[in-house]
């Protein structure tokens, strides 16, 4: 009997430090809280600075995902597993208050997005969009109008321009479906121009890459990009709290966004695990 117990004593012995590890491991997983954010392609580099300055100060995790506000829009209403929503504008949002889908009172604006015509090649796009008007250009890029906001901005500077029309007939227009696949037209040189957020060109501490036409604001609505609470889990309302909070400010300006006074809140400290 003493051979037994002592080939099972050795036997757990052996095992227990597997044993801890796999406990320790679950505590891990069933500590380690995840919010799920879907957020509009416009946004995805200051969404990503933002998560990184979250997860550093709660020890919390932010899962993103990126695409088209209308698309984003028709998947949260299908029951899209979103803990929240950072849209490209401010329909979306206020539908989806309409209709009984956020968490009440959570929607607010976390900043205003700017325009621009862009191209990779330096001294393409200046002075004041000469280059739309002289059309020495065989296709141009813009986001599709009916899935995302800066796409919809676009098609107005073009009609305010008197462009649209021609442009279309011509069969010269390039829709991306959201507007990150349309930058990508224009930073890959399928196409040689086109319409993005100035976030998506401009960098903290960067020159901007090629040039562009920071599009007049008169020539289109304004992009007031607003943010909601979906399901109320504390780090997905602790992440929403910090996005509208002073020490993002900085951060989400940096990109080329203005936040509106008063968009931002006092912060509390951010729910830890």
Request: glycine share 10%.
């Amino acid at each position: 009997m003493r051979g037994f117990w002592g080939r099972q004593s050795r036997s757990w012995a052996g095992a227990l430090p597997l044993i801890v590890s796999a406990v320790l491991l679950g505590h891990g997983t069933a500590w380690a809280a995840v919010a799920k954010i879907a957020v509009a392609s416009n946004f995805q580099a200051t969404a990503k600075h933002l998560a990184a300055a979250f997860e550093r100060q709660s020890g919390d995790q932010v899962k993103l995902s990126f695409g088209s506000t209308g698309l984003f829009y028709a998947q949260i209403r299908h029951g899209a597993p979103f803990d929240a929503f950072f849209a490209a504008d401010e329909e979306r949002p206020r539908r989806l208050e309409r209709e009984g889908a956020i968490v009440p009172g959570s929607r607010f604006t976390y900043a205003e997005g700017k325009l621009v015509l862009w191209s990779t090649k330096p001294d393409y796009v200046l002075g004041k969009g000469k280059v739309l008007r002289e059309g020495g250009f065989e296709h141009i890029a813009l986001a599709n109008p009916k899935l995302a906001p800066y796409g919809l901005a676009a098609q107005q500077a073009l009609r305010e321009l008197g462009l649209w029309e021609t442009l279309q007939q011509g069969d010269r227009l390039v829709m991306g479906q959201n507007i990150g696949q349309t930058h990508q037209l224009v930073a890959s040189g399928s196409v040689p121009l086109g319409f993005v957020a100035l976030s998506q060109i401009q960098r903290p501490g960067q020159a901007v890459q090629g040039s562009y036409w920071p599009v007049p604001s008169k020539f289109y609505e304004p992009i007031i990009q607003q943010a909601v609470l979906i399901q109320d889990t504390p780090v997905a309302r602790a992440f929403l709290e910090f996005a509208r909070s002073p020490p993002a400010r900085p951060i989400i300006e940096s990109y080329g966004y203005q936040v509106p006074v008063g968009a931002t809140a006092p912060h509390r400290a951010a729910v830890t695990k």
